[in-house]
């Protein structure tokens, strides 16, 4: 009777250590390393509570996270907006989702020349991202600031070719996403992205000349394949970020030079409305 019972005592332990051990799901994140990374960390253990084991892993570059979720290396990706995911898509024949935003990094432009765009000299050497849409989001910043006018004022596709008028007579380089702040002391202007300005040293409100409105098209999203996009876990992210504590830190820990789109589940915020077609 002892060894009976020492023996169901033994397969109790056994079942309790085994729920214990394998009741959370796992959420494998790729994201890029600043301000991403840190919004999505924050939430870890919001997302223990719930169930869901957080795993994030970090990338500099704007390939590999689409990448490593289309191969399902990756659950999700958090480091894009959906002008790029568009163009991505389409060159690479994927057919990866948006699932929710959450903030948007505006692109700045930084100069150790000049403090004003409008005294950039005659000929200068303007420095903007490589890959698609960055470079035609530095292009739309660049014509609302009066430096160039492009052959569709609206259009989110638009390269140098699109240029009509360029009064200064300016010379473009394409770099690079994460190498344009290393530029930044060889060119006339350059123009960042906040995820590579920031761990740059650089504080878009600070540092920069001209920065990009709040309520541009540009907010970054959380994107999966297909077959995860209605998980419970990625259900439960969303839950998760969509708090008044969350919005908190992305306006406190990054000094307003990130800026949430959405507007919190569990406490209403004064003033807070979605932009169109963010959510």
């Not at 991505?88 to 699932?99: C, H, I, Q, S, W």
């Not at 123009?191 to 600070?206: E, Q, R, Y």
């Not at 000094?255 to 932009?275: A, N, Q, Y």
């Amino acid at each position: 009777m002892k060894k009976f019972t020492k023996l169901a005592t033994a397969f109790s332990l056994l079942a309790a250590f085994t729920t214990s051990a394998f009741a959370n799901q796992t959420l494998s994140v790729a994201a890029s390393v600043t301000p991403h990374a840190e919004v999505i960390k924050f939430v870890t253990d919001d997302l223990k509570k719930k169930g869901v084991d957080l795993k994030v892993i970090e990338f500099s570059d704007y390939v590999q996270p689409n990448v490593v979720v289309h191969q399902k290396h990756v659950d999700i990706n958090f480091y894009q907006h959906l002008p790029y995911l568009e163009v991505f898509n389409a060159e690479r024949g994927y057919d990866l989702v948006p699932a929710f935003p959450i903030f948007i990094t505006p692109v700045a432009v930084y100069s150790t020349k000049v403090k004003n765009v409008n005294d950039v000299r005659e000929g200068g050497v303007v420095a903007i991202p490589n890959d698609p849409t960055n470079a035609a989001r530095a292009l739309l910043l660049l014509q609302e600031l009066g430096l160039i006018k492009l052959k569709n004022p609206n259009d989110i596709k638009a390269t140098v070719r699109d240029i009509v008028e360029n009064p200064k007579k300016l010379k473009f380089r394409e770099i690079e996403a994460p190498n344009l702040p290393r530029v930044l002391n060889s060119v006339d202007l350059d123009v960042i992205n906040t995820n590579f300005a920031v761990p740059a040293g650089l504080h878009p409100l600070k540092d920069a000349i001209a920065i990009e409105k709040n309520d541009s098209p540009y907010a970054n999203w959380v994107v999966t394949r297909p077959d995860n996009a209605d998980l419970e876990s990625v259900k439960l992210l969303k839950e998760a970020i969509y708090t008044k504590k969350v919005y908190d830190f992305i306006l406190t820990k990054f000094e307003g030079s990130v800026i949430p789109v959405f507007c919190p589940l569990d406490e209403p915020v004064e003033g807070c409305e979605v932009p169109a077609g963010k959510n």
